[in-house]
């Protein structure tokens, strides 16, 4: 939707002509496309399939699909639309992702939040992204269908937040935290979350849509970034 009144950007407040993004041409620059691992998507040297810790200790996701690294300015939009209720920032930030996305999985399934946390918070801003994604992907030239499913995945433990806890208190706060609700007829199957740090909740979810006979599992998110999933 294009803006009315004066233009200027969001995030460094400098004066853009008028547009139906929100990205000026100075933060756009600043988002650079860096060398990752493409299967745990942490940043590497070099770009390669498979780092040498994923050759040993690969996550239980085969690819992950991101766009940067949790920084200025990505995160200032990416904490906008999680925070600061800016809805309309999701296309904007997907519109980034989705030219990366090389062979799209057919059902979509954001990370669920748990009733009390989405009651708290008003929405989901994973299932945002998800639909925001469903919408580009499937308006791409030869695109085969996509679609999204917010009812999948449920999370039935109110957890805390994961920051700041221990690999020992990050396992044990996701214990049995996520259920499937409904049967799931694709094979390929893609998470959306807005930022990946750790990946132990991604791999909650990997096993968990293993079991259900998921057999290839893309992760698509904003931001990749932090430690190796733990």
């Known amino acids: ?12 407040r400098l004066a853009m002509p008028p547009s139906e993004t929100i990205w000026c041409s100075y ?12 299967r745990c998507g942490l940043q590497t040297e070099h ?64 990370v669920p939040l748990h009733w009390k946390r989405r009651w708290w918070r008003s929405y989901n801003q994973s299932a ?14 030869n695109s085969t269908n996509v679609r999204c499913d917010i009812h999948t995945l449920q999370r039935i433990k109110a957890t805390q937040p994961q920051q700041g806890l221990s690999r020992v208190e990050r396992q044990k706060n996701l214990i049995a935290a996520f259920h499937i609700i409904k049967p799931i007829k694709e094979k390929h199957v893609a998470i959306i979350d807005d930022v990946v740090t750790t990946g132990a909740t991604i791999n909650l979810l ?25």
């Open 1 to 12: 939707m294009q803006k009315l009144g004066p233009h200027h950007c969001d995030y460094c």
């Open 27 to 38: 933060c756009l620059a600043l988002i650079k496309s860096l060398p990752r691992c493409q």
């Open 47 to 110: 770009e390669a399939e498979q780092c040498g810790e994923c050759l040993t200790d690969p996550p239980l996701w085969d690819r992950l699909f991101c766009i940067g690294n949790y920084t200025d300015p990505l995160k200032e939009y990416v904490n906008g639309l999680k925070y600061g209720q800016k809805f309309w920032y999701a296309h904007d930030l997907t519109s980034l992702l989705v030219p990366r996305i090389s062979t799209p999985a057919p059902l979509l399934l954001p």
């Open 128 to 141: 945002m992204l998800a639909w925001a994604l469903e919408k580009q992907l499937n308006a791409r030239p």
């Open 206 to 230: 990997c096993i968990e849509l293993r079991k259900a006979g998921v057999e290839h599992i893309d992760v698509y998110t904003l931001c990749r970034t932090g430690k190796r999933f733990e």
